[in-house]
Each structure stands twice: as structure tokens, then as C-alpha cells.
């Protein structure tokens, strides 16, 4: 494996008893890159982030993500791996109901040795880089489609992970607040060297990527 790869995988495959929902498939992904995988409902692409990011283990094939062979790893070790490695951001937010803004952010860093201060600035600070100052003491459900997902992204870097997977991250939002959210991926990116690999169904976002990989019938074609 290259030292610029940060991601590698090798004819990866999943099966949900007689469905193959991916075939196949290998990809690489160098350091710093962003990458949007696309295609219609039901061609795999989901399917194929959960494997890449060790959320879900594959049929066959191999993964490597971050110099680790993450299918050769066991549950709890794959569990700390991605607290240590890895930002995800979803469509449907997922932040927990009874917590505030801030407190949602500042979750994934209660395993690390850090006083209850640096948790807090640290989740402020991310805060104010998605201009939520004035909502950070503000629970979920007072806040717009747009605000969690800011929150939601935050909450994905506040570990400076070395790569974020984000699935469908506008599909929950109109299409001005999904390009809002869109330029603050891009930005992140650019100023940082993130590496993001991005699923989309939306080809106008994905060609902000610089590299689309398009899906279809559980099959990369392109």
C-alpha cells in the first residue's frame, strides 16, 4: 500500500443471503482527497461506504484504512480504531435528542484523557467555525435541517479524524441549505487536507469532488 493511500479495497463484496448488493469491488483513495461515489437508490453505494469505513464487515475482500487492515480486526479494536481515525456525517443527523448543540459535539471525546474545559472549547470552537455561536445551548429539536447538520458536522471533526465519510449529507435538507452545507465540506477540505469520501445521489454536488466513482448494480462502471 502506497504511503498516500489512505484507503484501499480489494474486491470487495457483500451478500445479504442470495442479494449481492456490492460486486467486487476496488478502489484506492490517496491522502487529502475527495471523493463522491454516486448513483441511483439500490446501486450499492451506502452499502459500499459502510464497508470501506468498517461499519459494516464485508462477504469477502479486504480493506485497508490507514495503514490497518480494518476486516482483519476484532469488533472492540475496530471500535477504538474508528473513534481514533474516523469523522462520519449523516443524512439523518443522528444527534441525540436530550443533549444540546454543544453537548452532542463533545460526545466522541469523553473516552480521551482531556479536562471537561478542553472538551468544551474544543466543541465550541467547531461551533463557531459552522456559525452556530448562537446556538450552542440549544437542543435538536429547536433547530433547522441545516443547524443540525452543522452540528452534525462538527460533531464528525471534533476527534480530527484522518478521513470523514458522510452519507447523503444534503439529503435531508432544500437545496439552498444543502448547498450552504456542501461549501462548508469543501472549505473543511481545502483548508485542511481532509480526506472525504461522499455519497450523493445529486451529480451537481459530487462535482465538487475531485473524483466521482459512479456505481451501478452493485458495480463500480466508471
Known amino acids: 500500500m502506497s504511503k498516500e493511500a489512505i484507503l484501499k479495497a480489494t474486491d470487495l463484496g457483500k451478500e445479504y443471503g442470495a442479494l ?27 452499502t459500499l461506504l459502510s464497508l470501506v469505513s468498517g ?14 487492515d480494518i476486516t482483519a480486526a476484532s469488533e472492540d479494536d475496530l471500535a477504538l480504531f474508528r473513534r481514533k481515525n474516523v ?10 435528542p436530550t443533549l444540546s448543540a454543544w453537548e452532542n459535539v463533545v460526545l466522541p471525546l469523553f473516552p480521551e484523557k482531556m479536562s471537561e474545559q478542553a472538551r468544551r472549547d474544543r466543541a465550541l470552537d467547531l461551533l463557531h467555525r459552522m456559525e452556530m455561536d448562537h446556538r450552542v ?4 429539536s429547536t433547530l433547522s435541517g441545516g443547524e443540525k447538520q452543522r452540528v452534525a458536522i462538527a460533531r464528525a471533526l471534533v476527534n480530527s479524524p484522518k478521513i ?6 444534503t439529503g435531508n435538507l432544500d437545496s439552498q441549505t444543502g448547498e450552504s ?13 481532509m480526506s472525504l469520501l461522499m455519497v450523493t445521489h445529486d ?18 462502471i466508471s
Not at 137 to 140: A, G
Not at 209 to 215: E, Q, S
Request: charged share 25%; net charge negative; with cysteine.
Open 20 to 46: 449481492c448488493v456490492v460486486k467486487e469491488v476496488s478502489m484506492t483513495m490517496e491522502t487529502g482527497e475527495f471523493i463522491a461515489i454516486v448513483g441511483k437508490s439500490g446501486s450499492g453505494k451506502t
Open 203 to 220: 451529480l451537481d454536488l459530487a462535482k465538487a469532488a475531485d473524483r466521482i466513482i459512479r456505481m451501478q448494480d452493485g458495480e463500480v
Open 87 to 96: 469523522g462520519f456525517i449523516f443524512q439523518s443527523f443522528n444527534l441525540i
Open 181 to 193: 452545507i456542501m461549501n462548508i465540506l469543501k472549505d473543511l477540505h481545502a483548508e485542511n487536507g
Open 137 to 140: 445551548d440549544h437542543l435538536p
Open 55 to 68: 461499519l459494516e464487515r464485508p462477504s469477502n475482500g479486504r480493506v485497508v484504512l490507514n495503514d490497518k
Open 164 to 169: 470523514v465519510f458522510a452519507d447523503e449529507p
